[in-house]
């Protein structure tokens, strides 16, 4: 693990400008946010419907968001999900355990710290952690480059 402003990060994700995978997925695990962002549904919808174009991505759905109340919660938390053309972003909410999970999967390379950072100033997170997958290492993209032309 490595730890960069109160961010801690996988240490064997390395970013690569020539993407040797299919994709990055990016994991965050929010904790100590600012309860009143983690039932803001208006919010959150605005999260979802804009950090795609932030990011580099093309959303091609609108933001879905559900609010539910488990029976051990006082207070309902928010699932929230867009689909994206490179894959999808989601969110689950736990006010009562001041607690954000947050997924974005895409198949090409984002700025992935900026992103991080974004997100942790959003939910206002005091102990945030961020981990990183290089999924689909077994992806042949020069087959795809083939289909393309």
Same mark, same amino acid.
């Given at each position: ?43 959150? $919808?605005? #999260?979802?419907?804009?950090?795609? =174009? %932030?990011?580099?991505?093309? &959303?091609?759905?609108?933001?879905? /968001? ?50 991080? $950072?974004? #997100?942790?100033?959003?939910?206002? =997170? %005091?102990?945030?952690?961020? &981990?990183?997958?290089?999924?689909? /290492? ?12």
């Amino acid at each position: 693990m490595v730890v960069d402003d109160k961010i801690i990060v996988d240490a064997d994700y390395v970013g690569a400008v020539e993407q040797d995978f299919f994709g990055p997925h990016l994991m965050l695990d929010l904790q100590e946010c600012n309860p009143d962002v983690l039932v803001d549904m208006a919010g959150l $919808r605005s #999260l979802l419907r804009n950090l795609p =174009s %932030k990011i580099g991505m093309t &959303r091609i759905s609108e933001p879905e /968001l559900l609010e539910y109340k488990d029976k051990w919660a006082e207070t309902p938390g928010i699932t929230g999900f867009v689909i994206l053309a490179e894959s999808h972003i989601s969110l689950h909410t736990f006010p009562d355990s001041l607690m954000v999970f947050v997924d974005i999967f895409s198949c090409r390379n984002f700025d992935t710290r900026s992103t991080q $950072r974004f #997100l942790v100033d959003f939910f206002g =997170s %005091k102990k945030p952690v961020v &981990r990183m997958a290089k999924r689909g /290492l077994e992806f042949n993209r020069s087959q795809l480059a083939l289909l393309k032309n």
